[in-house]
């Protein structure tokens, strides 16, 4: 089927080389770094996790929310997910690729990932969680393209299959548990250390992954001849709104434990986010956004009109991406950092060619996607948009 992909009008090669050209710009600001060192990024001592990390927390979310739609499909039979769960599935894959990516860049030298299988140490959240991604996403692998291969054929998929699928949800869950737990077992990080982390994680996956998926599939029905079906968006836009609303709960509670506490190990990150602290303050305006954001994404998505009308549907799913990447993404990880054990704000800005690596990775999952999202479609359309 990989054949598919090698056709297509001028629009789709024009993106594939726009692509492509980020990611070379992407790979050159890489030698650089592979060359120089992680000196070239803005992380140090007090900041050791920076932008790759908290770009690899947020895409993990992305990944393991392809659950919400292989779950109901598969487990619960619910047919109006037959055409958007190879969507999903394929999501999945692009996601989980990039965190990959972020993980060996971040690294500094990628020859550093042998450690891991040279000397394993169960004992380690880190060994699960190369365990549990790469797991993934050979499990999503095998599922999608076994499954599309055998609706291309017109028959049922092998049924070595199906326990595949069935292992691939809890699976999902274990892989943003695992990254929580690399948060929440740091004692010494306050903002981290706290017991909903994991929930928080996986309610924030579930709203930002099929707010996302919601996205591509209106493009999919815009730019190609299948429709993943208006039933199923309006299923997943009601998964958004209940997981965006309690992840802006659980954000909600970090602020009651804190303050009501009036510990000030729990206290001090909250407040370097949203107005600064001993002066200052540079995500302060990122977190405000977020909060703007995910006001405007809960106002459009609880109103019954502006949740079933396209344009404002869209809007809503932007906000509501744009905003947990803002809190997951940018926010959750370098907050944890500051103070610093000595009292200190030392605060993280990353600098222009980490910027590029990290853009040129995003670029290297839209080029993934984009090639998978271009055989799915094709067989889709010859299959005349048949459910799996």
């Given at each position: 089927m990989l054949e598919r992909a090698l056709y297509g009008d001028q629009r789709y090669f024009r993106w594939l080389l726009g692509l492509l050209v980020v990611i070379g710009m992407g790979f050159g600001a890489y030698m650089i770094q592979l060359n120089k060192g992680l000196t070239i990024t803005g992380m140090g001592r007090d900041v050791s996790w920076g932008f790759y990390i908290a770009q690899f927390t947020f895409l993990v979310g992305v990944a393991a929310s392809a659950v919400m739609v292989v779950l109901p499909y598969y487990l619960h039979n619910v047919k109006v997910f037959g055409r958007i769960t190879i969507l999903g599935e394929f999501l999945a894959i692009a996601a989980v690729t990039m965190c990959l990516l972020f993980i060996i860049v971040d690294l500094g030298k990628p020859m550093r990932l042998l450690n891991v299988l040279l000397y394993p140490t169960p004992n380690s959240i880190l060994f699960w969680d190369m365990v549990s991604l790469n797991g993934y996403l050979f499990l999503n692998i095998f599922i999608?393209?076994?499954?599309?291969?055998?609706?291309?054929?017109?028959?049922?998929?092998?049924?070595?299959?199906?326990?595949?699928?069935?292992i691939s949800i809890p699976w999902?869950?274990?892989?943003?548990t695992v990254t929580a737990f690399l948060y929440a077992g740091l004692p010494a990080r306050h903002y981290w250390l706290t017991a909903i982390?994991?929930?928080?994680?996986?309610?924030?996956?579930?709203c930002?992954?099929?707010?996302?998926?919601?996205?591509l599939a209106y493009l999919v029905k815009k730019y190609t001849k299948f429709d993943p079906g208006q039933e199923a968006i309006d299923k997943l836009t009601n998964i958004v709104t209940y997981a965006l609303l309690i992840s802006v709960f659980f954000v909600g509670l970090e602020f009651f434990t804190a303050f009501y506490s009036n510990i000030p190990g729990h206290m001090h990150s909250l407040v370097y986010l949203f107005v600064g602290l001993e002066g200052h303050g540079k995500l302060v305006p990122f977190m405000w956004l977020f909060a703007i954001l995910a006001v405007i994404a809960l106002v459009l998505l609880l109103n019954p009109k502006t949740r079933s009308r396209e344009k404002t549907l869209k809007i809503a799913c932007l906000c509501t991406f744009l905003s947990m990447w803002l809190e997951k993404g940018m926010g959750l990880v370098i907050a944890g950092f500051i103070p610093n054990p000595l009292e200190q704000v030392r605060e993280y800005s990353p600098t222009i060619p980490e910027l590029t690596i990290a853009l040129g990775v995003w670029a290297t999952g839209a080029l993934i996607l984009t090639i998978l999202y271009k055989i799915a479609t094709s067989v889709k359309e010859e299959v005349g948009d048949a459910s799996h």
């Open positions: 999608g393209w076994n499954v599309l291969e055998a609706e291309r054929k017109g028959v049922h998929y092998p049924s070595w299959v199906k326990p595949l699928i069935y999902a869950v274990s892989i943003h982390m994991a929930a928080r994680f996986l309610a924030s996956a579930f930002s992954g099929p707010a996302l998926l919601i996205l």
